[in-house]
């Protein structure tokens, strides 16, 4: 999936780069808000352990699970306090993911729980080169993930003798970020963007064969942005 975004991305910023040749350079200023919408790519570093089970009364082993990656959009507002210190709350539209099953005794189950996440975030930036046509930033913050939608596959449902009541907890993390603006003139600049946010959530459900189930899995993706952004003046 990376492979495939960077090939996507390399001929935009080649275009990017050479419109922006001779432009005139417009350094950001104490009130500017920069609006930024991208293409995005979620990819989890996930990790969990075994489910719990109230049948089994522990523990199953080999019963690990892990969270494919996904494409999205996502759109983002910095209002800049200073020239050199923004404030960012980002908006994603809603991402879908698969959980699979990784151990030996879920794999071959497959796509096992199908969700949608939601992670809205506020990031306090700081920009390092305000006055520049090339601007990098960081950031650091916090983010609240929601996981909507979630439902059971027909391979779980058949797997484990009928599957209800699936749900993922809400999680309270940070997020991290560095990113770039390039000036392409007329108010207007390209952007290349990566997170990494802390998510972590316990997902339950219920079986016939293994009555309560819930298991803890770290998300922990890192998000890679693409996109263009317009600077509003006051």
């Known amino acids: 999936m990376l492979k495939k975004f960077a090939k996507f991305s390399l001929p935009v910023i080649m ?14 200023e104490t009130g500017d808000l ?17 489910v719990t089970s109230s049948a089994v ?16 959009l996502d759109i983002d507002f910095t209002y800049m306090l200073t020239q050199n210190i923004g404030v960012e709350l980002l908006l994603d539209l809603s991402s879908k993911h698969d959980i699979v099953g990784k151990g030996p005794t879920l794999s071959p189950l497959g796509t096992i729980i199908e969700t949608r996440v939601l992670p809205p975030a506020l990031i306090l930036q700081y920009h390092f080169l305000p006055d520049s046509q090339f601007r990098p930033y960081a950031g650091l913050g916090l983010n ?12 779980l449902d058949t797997g484990l003798g009928g599957v ?6 809400s999680s309270f993390g940070w997020v991290g970020q560095i990113g770039m603006d390039y000036d392409l003139g007329n108010d207007l600049f390209f952007n290349l963007d990566v997170k990494y946010m802390d998510i972590d959530t316990t997902a339950t459900f219920y079986s016939g064969a293994l009555g309560n ?5 770290d998300v922990n993706p890192w998000v890679f942005g693409i996109g263009v952004g317009k600077r509003f003046s006051f």
């Open 57 to 72: 009364g522990g523990e199953v082993a080999g019963t690990e699970v892990d969270v494919e990656d996904a494409y999205s």
């Open 15 to 28: 275009a990017g780069c050479l419109t922006a040749i001779n432009a005139p350079v417009q350094a950001l």
């Open 34 to 50: 920069l609006v930024r919408g991208r293409i995005i790519n979620i990819n989890p570093s996930a990790d969990s352990g075994n």
């Open 213 to 217: 189930v819930s298991t803890d899995v």
């Open 144 to 155: 609240y993930t929601m996981f909507l939608s979630e439902e059971a596959t027909s391979s």
């Open 164 to 169: 209800r009541d699936v749900e993922l907890d």
